[in-house]
């Protein structure tokens, strides 16, 4: 696992070089670290199956888990939903790049698109806080990731907590250093327009209210 120092947003020339590289890697199936709001997170291309059978093994899950989708705007989903709407573009509008998952029902898709072995009946993304990921997943598409653990079971702050094991199937990780404090996302359930609050995290229930009026409480 090579280290490359996370770009600043200013740093035009860097970020787009670094972004070019990186979506070469994540499309011959390397696997990619990202810092993130929170944590640390692994990402792989979900159009890849060796990468998507990498991922797997780094996880250690079963072959049917299916993994959340980092995307670029909330048009990304459109070939994978249909429960893209005007309340879910007005959810994507307020608070992407930010810390809500929106859940949707997936369509009939390659069962790879998502990292599952069994096509799912429902999708999980979000668009992150993070330039240079932003800019990679707008040029490669959605990315699937997962958080990553250290010997303890703990969420990964800081690079330095990654095991060694993780460390062999790692190509390239992003460091921005040790990320501090962090609150958790906000799952919406967004399937077949129910707008039903699954977990309350940064994004509150009354903030989302705001926005969608039918979001109702879990």
């Known amino acids: 696992m090579r280290k490359i120092t996370a770009p600043k947003a200013s740093e035009k020339l860097k970020l787009q070089k670094i972004s070019f590289d990186l979506v070469e890697r994540l499309r011959n199936g390397e696997l990619i670290v990202f810092p993130t709001e929170n944590s640390y997170v692994v990402a792989a291309d979900p159009q890849n199956q060796d990468a ?22 909330i048009e990304d989903l459109q070939p994978f939903t249909e429960d ?14 930010g810390l809500l998952n929106l859940v949707l029902s997936a369509r009939d898709v390659p069962l ?21 990921l932003n800019t990679v997943t707008e040029l490669v598409g959605p990315v699937i990731y997962s958080t990553l653990k250290d010997k303890d079971g703990g969420v990964v702050k ?33 399937m077949n327009q129910q707008f039903k609050v699954e977990r309350e995290g940064a994004v509150t229930t009354w903030e989302l209210k705001k926005v969608v009026s039918e979001v109702k409480e879990s």
Not at 84 to 95: A, M, P, W, Y
């Open 158 to 190: 800081d690079l330095a907590k990654i095991s060694p094991a993780h460390k062999k199937l790692i190509t390239i990780a992003i460091d921005n250093g040790e990320i501090k404090g962090g609150k958790s996302t906000t799952l919406l359930n967004c």
């Open 52 to 73: 998507v059978d990498r991922f797997r093994e780094l996880k250690g899950h079963d072959p049917k888990t299916i993994y959340p989708l980092f995307v670029n705007s």
């Open 112 to 132: 790879h698109n998502f990292g599952g072995s069994e096509t799912p009946d429902r999708l999980v993304a979000r668009k992150p806080k993070n330039t240079l």
């Open 84 to 97: 893209v709407s005007d309340k879910t573009r007005l959810l994507g509008q307020e608070f992407w790049p």
